[in-house]
């Protein structure tokens, strides 16, 4: 509990959210349930923040990186 996102060297992030661990940072499992909601927050930012984007990809793509 309470742990952060890890950056990437550029300060960006990627989040994984899949059935299985895919062996990267940042994911997060699904605990068996075939869809749900994403909700973004952002608390008192030091910079501006870039609105996510996001998109459904293979595990097997997910896996290669």
Do not use: K, Y
């Not at 989040?15 to 994403?38: E, K, M």
Request: charge should be neutral.
């Amino acid at each position: 509990m309470g742990v952060q996102l890890e950056l990437d060297a550029d300060r960006g992030f990627r989040i994984v959210v899949a059935h299985a661990d895919p062996g990267i940072r940042n994911w997060l499992d699904t605990a068996g349930r075939r869809s749900g909601t994403i909700h973004w927050r952002h608390m008192l930012p030091a910079e501006a923040v870039s609105a996510p984007s996001c998109r459904a990809v293979s595990f097997e793509e997910v896996c290669r990186g």
